[in-house]
């Protein structure tokens, strides 16, 4: 397969999205990393985003809640190659109504190879790499066989 290169800058657009369960997780985290965040573009699913401009103090770009329609408005960015980084603190344990949306979620996260983080060890490892604090160069696959591919 063949990949593009794509500049992602030293300044990061972050999507930050947590279940019920995790919210409190994921202001916990956020807190902890407030400094860090605030030198990047922050989007986030409704209610979560609400939480952390409230118990953080963060400036976000609120999306839809995830059940209605803001993990997939999430997953249209990162396809246009609009948000570089998903905080995903999801609840494996908790049956969601939504479930089919977050696993596409995950998987658009994957195909257009974006860091991912589904958890605190993740996160903190992610935030703690130099390459968020600078400029990056991530290889986007290329899907033109993919797109041009002959249907029968």
């Keep these: ?21 995790k919210k409190t997780d994921l202001v916990e985290w956020a807190l902890f990393n407030k400094e860090n965040l605030r030198g990047h573009q922050i989007y986030a699913t409704g209610t979560t985003g609400k939480l952390l401009e409230e118990k953080v103090g963060l400036q976000i770009n609120k999306l839809k809640s995830g059940p209605l329609g803001g993990d997939q408005q999430i997953g249209s960015r990162i396809s246009d190659g609009l948000i570089d980084v998903l905080i995903f603190f999801w609840d494996p344990l908790e049956p969601q109504p ?38 990056y160069i991530r290889l986007i696959p290329d899907y033109d066989n993919y797109t041009t591919r002959e249907l029968s």
């Excluded at 290169?5 to 999205?17: C, D, E, F, G």
């Excluded at 995950?106 to 190879?113: C, G, H, M, P, S």
């Design 1 to 21: 397969m063949k990949f593009t290169p794509h500049q992602i800058n030293k300044s990061k657009q972050i999507a930050l999205v947590a279940h019920d369960n």
């Design 98 to 135: 939504h479930d089919p949306d977050v696993k596409a979620l995950l998987r658009i996260a994957v195909v257009w190879n974006i860091p991912i983080a589904c958890n605190r060890s993740s996160a903190d490892f992610i935030f703690s790499s130099h390459l968020m604090e600078e400029n």
